[in-house]
């Protein structure tokens, strides 16, 4: 091919692909420019996911008829003039690009009116083309629609993911600005249904509320700290306080919601070993510093920024988070045992006679004044995990080896140790039961069983009220029959809140809100479930979740009901998940350990 310049409706769709990827970006820019307007009240709405309508509606400034041309015309901006301007920017937008690059890719209407007009205008671009502007009545502000996005590029069509996932992304987004503009009136809807409704009132607990439910927003620790001239402020949660993902991190920069992994890595480095691995805090952080120092222009979607010292902000950033957690609570050391899944120590302090007190009578008194240091794996080690050829009687069995015929074996219950493990005497030796796992295993099979009506649903006498977050509630809803069929019984109570009516029978002794919260937060989690196993996949997290953990002390009744139910399982030595639910050490294993064989 010989070199040729491009033709402008090429340039343009090539821009637009920076900018707007999907219908999420869209909704970022307009939310940009009405805030930029200096807008109180926002309402957005959205049809598919956005794929067929976004419309954003606000009291801003508006734009003046003669204007309203330059608006969707690429690199044309009333918020800057010269390069320098870009370190001294108090605006989100800048580049001048979105509403073009929106109306390249789109059918897009601009409906708007300054103060000072009597009439506002409307303008009509079709695939970058304007097709008219006429006079219309209106409010002062701007209300821009998009309709049917990537209509005229359909190889990005294809790239769109499932309505579901570009609505939370929607929704996900516009929370966010949502908790950094608490004085604006923010709403949104999709397909007619409300999904955020905030007051604008600048209350930022009621905004909290708002957004988390009462429950999270009330246990949210407050920030305000400057260093060497950057302000953090904003919301972090208490250890107590975690979330299966790194999503809820948030920074905003200058009011900008920003990407940013060297951020997310201060405030974990902050969480450090207060919190499992594998939990990760909820945390609303602006920050503030002077505009020079911050470069806004690193990538056409402005969700990146360079700061001129990193260094000092990343310390900002982690001393406020660690000092907010400090002044909240002294900070219990807690040794991460990632293998123990966190066994929290101050168990051990509990003044009632935990059980391994029972196991080890004659430890009592040595134990008296100094609660003993959280067992690590490790020091199993030596009696459990003997090397060489040994080891292998001291395998877990495999799964396989009970099937057909092979009958569990009957075990006499010894007791428990590390709060973590049931020992039981078996046929052939000890047994070493993970009491997680092997509850995980009961519950996981009562729970099938309900499929086949063997189990009942127990309606709550005082239904629990759990608030989800936007993105949250579609999750929810998706499941909703594979909840019910399972025995949840959850109805819609308001927008955001949700009843729970009725929990599976083998849940009832839980925390239904807190159960129900976990598994919308693992519905999450996975993108492209396999449809086939869901209610499997469900069921096993329900369980998971609901199971005995390692570290909670079990009574001597709990425990042999425990050896006694997973004797009754059809699949007794492994957990939903795979993972051995015991361990066995045969006789003949003790022997070689104690030197008895051999040695006659
Ligand atoms: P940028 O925001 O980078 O300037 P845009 O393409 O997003 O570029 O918008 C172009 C211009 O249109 C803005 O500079 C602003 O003057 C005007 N504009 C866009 N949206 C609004 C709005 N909601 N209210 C008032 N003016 C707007
Ligand atoms: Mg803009």
Redesign the pocket.
Known sequence: MSIQVLADDVISKIAAGEVIERPASVVK??I???I??G?TELRIRIESAGKQLIE?S?N????ARD?LK???TRH????LRTADDLFRLD???????????AASVSKLTIV?RTADEETGSRIQVDGAKIIGQQPIATTP??T?RVEDLFYNVPARLKFLKSDQTERNQITTLVTRYALAYARIRWELCSEGKTLLQTSGNGDARELLTAIYGLETAKQLIEIDEEREGIAVSGFISPIALTRSNRREINFFVNGRWIQDQQLVAAVNRAYQSLIMIGRYPLTALFIRLEPEDVDVNVHPSKAEVRFRSADSVFSAVHHSVRKGLQLQAPIPEMRPSPAWGGVDPSAWKTADRPAWRAVFQDEENAAETQPPAPISPDSFQPAFRPSGPSYEAASFIPPHTDGGGNVFPLLRWIGQIGNTYVLAEGPDGLYLIDQHAAHERILFEKCMRRAERELISIPLLDPAIVRLQPHEVSLLEENHEILASLGFEIEAFGPADFRICAVPEIFSKGNPAAAVRALVEDFEEDETPLMNAVADRIAARVCKRMAVKAGQTLSETEQKLLIQELERCESPRTCPHGRPTMIHLSLRNLEQQFGRKGKL
């Open positions: 820019e307009l940009e420019n009405a930029d307007a807008a954003i606000d801003g400034s508006g734009i204007e330059f608006a969707v044309a901006t009333s918020k605006t989100l937008g800048f580049r001048g690009e979105a509403l073009a690059s708007s502000g701007t821009v």
